[in-house]
């Protein structure tokens, strides 16, 4: 009863909010207010990224703009905001790549399992900002741009029974997030893939609707998900970063020194992201095992690769958007091999 209490309260926040915006440019005290939405709740490593931007920008600026940050889709879901962002009823969201890629194809690229050879290229392709700047800006036709990026970790299959080899995932029904790739990459390990909202995931598993899910380490804990999968195996299919996401209008309305403030700010927040996401994986990973009983289980990687990388050409093929991006992190691939 306190959950469900818990809930309406914050949809009846969400919806006061909400019904409040009207349009970019609402003032309070002659200061500009600057709402920022994302899923998460205060304690995730995003949030406190994003608390870094508004006290960098409220540090620097003000005298003109005063930074709200309403966290655990008070807003609305990622995709619902993110049309508030469209508007400029909001400024910024917090968005997965999974999300984007109905505004521009190039994001499809982020769900191709195992386009990073390992978290370093991965990392060092994401903070290549030069380049990232040109993806980025795939998104200005539909009214907004990404301007910084978080780690959201490693994706990795967790269970009911453990999951050593690919052949361990044959006939399971395995929830994904909903995009096709994900979709076709379980279904080249022989499982049945079950795309559905992430808050139905715990349910799911526990009601045996699915066997298993994959995702990081903090759905094990912030989401309770250890509580009814037991068995964590580290096959590291994808890494997909989260993206924060601006109205456009907004960003060219700034003045230059403003703008340079507000990059300053995001590249800010993804500093103290990174650093706080190492820190709550560890924590994850210690509370998942010895309160919860998860068990974290090793893999040969390159037995789960050879099953899913006949995905990669299909998808050059049928998305031509994402054959740019493809080709520089093949590069980023080869020279980290080089580098061994």
């Known amino acids: 009863m306190r959950k469900m209490m818990k809930k309406l309260a914050a949809l009846a926040l969400g919806t006061a909010v909400a019904a409040s915006l009207s349009g970019c440019g609402s003032l309070t005290g002659g200061k500009r207010i600057i709402r920022i939405s994302h899923a998460q709740s205060e304690t995730h490593p995003e949030h406190l990224g994003l608390l870094a931007f508004k006290e960098y920008v409220e540090e620097k600026l003000g005298d003109k703009y005063e930074v709200q940050i309403f966290p655990n889709e008070l807003l609305g879901s990622a995709q619902k905001a993110i049309e508030l962002t469209q508007t400029g009823a909001i400024d910024f969201v917090v968005a997965g790549t999974a999300n984007l890629e109905t505004f521009a194809d190039v994001y499809e690229i982020f769900s191709m399992p195992y386009l990073f050879?390992?978290?370093?290229?991965?990392?060092?392709?994401?903070?290549?900002?030069?380049?990232?700047e040109k993806v980025y800006e795939s998104t200005d036709e539909a009214g907004f741009r990404v301007v910084t990026w978080y780690n959201a970790g490693t994706r990795n299959f967790y269970g009911k029974t453990p999951i050593k080899t690919p052949e361990d995932l044959k006939g399971k029904k395995i929830r994904v997030q909903q995009?096709?790739?994900?979709?076709e990459m379980v279904k080249a390990f022989g499982a049945a893939a079950a795309p559905m909202g992430f808050g139905e995931v715990y349910t799911a598993i526990q009601q045996g609707v699915i066997d298993g899910a994959e995702?990081?380490?903090?759905a094990?804990?912030?989401?309770?998900?250890?509580e009814v999968a037991k068995y964590y195996s580290y096959n590291k299919h994808q890494m997909v970063p989260d993206m924060l996401v601006a109205n456009l209008k907004f960003l060219n309305s700034l003045s230059p020194e403003d703008y340079q403030i507000f990059k300053e700010a995001a590249a800010l927040s993804t500093e103290v992201e990174m650093v706080e996401w190492d820190k709550s994986i560890e924590e994850a990973k210690k509370i998942a095992a010895e309160e919860m009983g998860v068990e974290f289980i090793d893999v040969d990687v390159e037995a789960f690769k050879e099953k899913v990388l006949p995905l990669h050409e299909t998808m050059l093929q049928e998305n031509d958007?994402?054959?740019?991006?493809y080709d520089h992190i093949q590069a980023a691939n080869e020279q980290a091999k080089g580098g061994q």
């Open 117 to 132: 050879d390992s978290e370093e290229v991965y990392k060092s392709v994401m903070q290549d900002t030069d380049y990232m």
């Open 215 to 218: 995702n990081n380490e903090l």
């Open 220 to 226: 094990l804990t912030n989401s309770k998900h250890g």
């Open 179 to 183: 995009s096709p790739a994900s979709v």
């Open 321 to 325: 958007k994402i054959r740019d991006l």
